[in-house]
């Protein structure tokens, strides 16, 4: 088992046919996810293509993680929570300057992405809008977008399955609103 620290990230390769267990061992906290072909970085997961190919805005048991070339990268096998979001970008600086109106130095998911993605050669411009794990985002009939709490409770996970060889990248989310105010840890296990 591997531990993310609160508001910190980690990346790693995964092999095709390997699974990824992304676990939220305390409840309420949200794990940003990128992924790249291992073989070729410029192939990435893919909101877009995702949420078309799936039919949905609501990704969890069952649906495919689809790259900007149109394959399939991970498959969900397992998910206890069932809620995630694919619409919102990473937690940058310049959210906490925008959204709440900080000031000064903030630790972000998109800082927490690319310096630990800096090993294998990807740039902060090569993020893309991560797969929000536990994220629960909701919007209502005029459009308008809320970040709710996670519904995650201590324990819940989520099992994808490599469809490639992947270099992925995961967080412990820095964003308040995300995580219902506070900051915890994550866990992630591969399995073979």
């Not at 609160?6 to 390769?13: E, I, L, R």
């Not at 998910?79 to 600086?93: K, M, V």
């Not at 995650?152 to 992947?166: N, P, R, T």
Request: charged share 30%; with cysteine.
């Amino acid at each position: 088992m591997q531990v993310i620290k609160k508001q910190s990230g980690a990346a790693f390769k995964l092999k095709k046919g390997q699974k990824l267990k992304v676990i939220d061992p305390e409840g309420e906290q949200v794990s940003d996810m990128v992924l790249f072909n291992a073989k070729d970085r410029r192939e990435k997961i893919s909101s877009g293509k995702t949420l078309d190919f799936e039919e949905s805005i609501l990704i969890s048991t069952g649906n495919f993680l689809w790259s900007n070339r149109s394959n399939k990268m991970m498959e969900i096998l397992e998910d206890t929570n069932g809620r995630n979001d694919f619409l919102l970008a990473p937690c940058s600086p310049e959210t906490f300057e925008v959204m709440y109106d900080y000031e000064g130095y903030h630790p972000s998911c998109f800082e927490n992405l690319y310096t630990n993605l800096e090993k294998f050669e990807i740039e902060p411009d090569d993020i893309p809008t991560a797969f929000n794990i536990f994220m629960n985002v909701q919007f209502d009939e005029k459009g308008k977008l809320s970040v709710d709490p996670p519904l995650s409770k201590a324990g819940d996970y989520v099992l994808f399955e490599a469809k490639m060889d992947l270099i992925v990248a995961l967080t412990a989310c820095s964003a308040e609103d995300s995580n219902n105010g506070s900051f915890k840890p994550i866990h992630y296990e591969i399995v073979d």
